[in-house]
């Protein structure tokens, strides 16, 4: 009986496994799909914010002396309508950027001139080592754009103290170019006499170079400030809910961290109309992950073989411990300067094998602007916000002692 049931059986348990094993692969397909879908569909919003500041940088390479750091000029509720019609939008081609006294040949439009030897023309040289900063805030602003300096100095800016540590704040600007150019800098100057708080490198302040405000932020926090145990770098539209900053630096590792609204499987466009087009010569070496594992054999090759950005961090907010700052200064000596600001740092935390870490929670960090409550924004630490709402008012009223829900 055995004897004729043996076969019989070893036969099932062989259809058996076949069909589990069928089963494992229709899985493994239908969950890899489901995970390139998700990332195509992250795609559209991988860089939102980049998208609602199409306008504000309507003046790119041609025109640096009208240009200023994309997210500080524009009304955020403009950008908010672009986005809707970004399809149709054609991009303004920089390829014939005419650069009068470049410091040497220029690298193209899509890589920045760095690393190069830029200098501070206004300095806090002393302050983190008097106060002696937990974190160090950094917002990246065009130099006309006192309006928001001072909106933000009036709200957040003013929290020095949370949760018994000492936060500092500065605001990082390179060179204004044009007719104005003098008068600006005189007016900077006089602003800093009275706050203390401007930093400016002598690199063109535009759109295409806030890669190199961002190396310069690096440097300025390596030689400056590398006693404070993080950095933020923040947008100049923000809403940052400091105590919430605070909290969570407490808990979180003190080295090779950085975090914020960290942006997976973003695609690399290889549309030439596209406003973040990169050529293919330029980190090409991102084929997707999985293809490179041979399953581009199993699914269809268009769905996994485009290129991806490596994990990073959206430039709207962002924080490094401050050991990152020498090990990236570091790294962007290996990794061409591309002109994206947030994914260059995501290609060099690549480099150095560092994985940016998912913040505790998803809706800590907004690039979407959130509707003022004092319930939301207690819940938050940073958010874009639109130009009608008026922040130094929603501070106050944040302020206010009571519950928050
Ligand atoms: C922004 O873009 C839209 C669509 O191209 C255009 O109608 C609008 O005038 C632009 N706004 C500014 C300030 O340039
Ligand atoms: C996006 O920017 C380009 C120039 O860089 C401009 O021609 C186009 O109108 C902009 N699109 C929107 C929606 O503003
Ligand atoms: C783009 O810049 C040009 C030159 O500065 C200006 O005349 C034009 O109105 C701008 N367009 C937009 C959409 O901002
Ligand atoms: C970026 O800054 C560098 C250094 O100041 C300058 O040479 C270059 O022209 C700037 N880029 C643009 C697009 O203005």
New binding site residues.
């Given amino acids: 009986m055995r004897n004729t049931d043996q076969p019989a059986e070893d036969k099932r348990s062989l259809t058996l496994s076949r069909s589990r094993c069928c089963f494992f692969f229709l899985v493994l397909g239908v969950v890899l799909l489901y995970y390139c879908t998700s990332i195509r569909n992250m795609a559209p919003d991988w860089n939102l914010k980049w998208l609602m500041q199409?306008?504000?940088t309507?003046t790119t390479a041609e025109l640096p002396e009208t240009t200023s750091v994309a997210t500080t000029q524009?009304p955020p509720t403009?950008r908010q309508?672009?986005v809707s019609?970004r399809v149709?939008?054609k991009v303004l081609e920089t390829q014939t950027a005419q650069r009068t006294a470049a410091p040497y040949v220029s690298p193209g439009p899509y890589l920045v001139e760095y690393p190069y030897e830029y200098h501070f023309t206004i300095n806090e040289e002393l302050k983190c080592r008097q106060e002696k900063p937990f974190v160090v805030l950094i917002v990246q602003v065009a130099p006309r754009n006192r309006a928001h300096r001072d909106i933000i100095r009036n709200s957040w800016g003013s929290e020095k103290l949370a949760n018994n540590q000492v936060v500092a704040l500065f605001f990082l600007l390179g060179m204004q170019t044009g007719d104005d150019a003098e008068q600006v800098h005189r007016q900077l100057l006089q602003e800093s006499k009275e706050h203390q708080d401007l930093i400016q490198g002598d690199f063109v302040d535009c759109y295409k170079n806030l890669t190199i405000k961002t190396m310069v932020m690096l440097e300025w926090l390596n030689s400056y400030c590398s006693s404070a145990a993080y950095a933020m770098k923040i947008d100049s539209d923000m809403f940052l809910n400091v105590p919430n900053l605070v909290n969570l630096l407490l808990k979180a590792p003190r080295t090779n961290y950085m975090t914020g609204l960290v942006a997976h499987g973003g695609r690399v466009s290889r549309d030439p109309k596209s406003k973040f087009y990169v050529p293919l010569d330029l980190i090409s070496e991102d084929v997707y992950p999985l293809y490179a594992l041979g399953l581009g054999y199993i699914l269809p090759l268009d769905l996994i073989s485009e290129d991806v950005y490596p994990l990073y961090a959206l430039g709207l907010g962002y924080i490094l411990s401050l050991d990152l700052t020498k090990k990236l200064i570091e790294a962007s000596r290996h990794v061409k300067p591309l002109y994206i600001e947030d994914v260059y740092l995501g290609l060099c935390m690549r480099h150095l094998g560092i994985r940016p870490t998912e913040p505790p929670n998803w809706i800590l960090f907004r690039v979407i602007p959130i509707k003022y409550s004092r319930c939301e924004y207690s819940k938050i630490i940073a958010t874009t916000t639109l130009e009608n709402m008026d922040r130094v008012w929603i501070w106050r009223d944040f302020k206010k002692p009571g519950r928050y829900c």
Avoid: F, I, V
Wanted: no cysteine; glycine share 0%.
């Fill in positions: 199409n306008n504000s309507n524009e403009q309508r672009t019609s149709t939008k």
